[in-house]
């Protein structure tokens, strides 16, 4: 099997980021909020490729000592590889190198398997934010110190 390369996205991935996108969430971000994410400042956007194909990406943002992942995911197909589990040592060896301590996050309420890898990583829940999701869904929000 060929090997998960991780880099910095740009915007030429976009559109296979979306294409995923729109298979792995149940309220998809718009294609702008993925255009407007690589364009702006303090964003570390990383994708996953095997054999050129994009399985996997993580969208973060940080500001001072706060590092906020707005998005991870991976392919259905490629799950339980340790893909995502890459992607955010990646992220946070990235977050350390300027000066992080904590890495944030939402999930939704019913997003189980989610919230057990975030809690694989050592993430933990730190409270509820309410209605959170343009479905109406509460967001837990869960936490890391680095
Ligand atoms: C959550 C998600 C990103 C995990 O990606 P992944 O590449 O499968 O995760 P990894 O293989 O790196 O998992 C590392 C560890 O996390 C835990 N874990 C990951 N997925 C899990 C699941 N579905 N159930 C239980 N534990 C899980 C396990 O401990 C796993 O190690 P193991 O496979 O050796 O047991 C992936 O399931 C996904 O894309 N889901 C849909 C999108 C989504 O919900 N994103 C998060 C939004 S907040």
């Known amino acids: 099997m ?22 792995c969430f149940p309220s998809p971000w718009r294609k702008e909020f993925f255009e407007s994410e690589i364009a702006n400042d303090g964003r570390y956007n990383l994708v996953a490729r095997r054999g050129g194909v994009i399985i996997g990406y993580l969208f973060a943002m ?5 590092m906020h992942v707005n998005k991870i995911a ?26 992080v301590t904590s890495i944030s996050l939402e999930v939704r309420q ?19 934010r309410k209605g959170y999701y343009p479905d109406g869904e509460s967001a837990v929000v869960m936490m890391k110190e680095l």
């Open 2 to 23: 060929d090997l998960v390369i991780i880099e910095r996205a740009v915007a030429a991935d976009i559109r296979a980021v979306y294409a995923l996108e729109q298979r």
């Open 62 to 66: 940080w500001f001072a000592d706060e």
């Open 74 to 99: 991976v392919d259905a197909g490629a799950r339980r590889q340790g893909v995502a589990l890459a992607l955010m040592q990646r992220c946070t060896g990235f977050a350390i190198e300027q000066g």
């Open 110 to 128: 019913s997003n189980d398997e989610a919230q057990r890898f975030y809690t694989f990583l050592g993430f933990e829940a730190e409270y509820i």
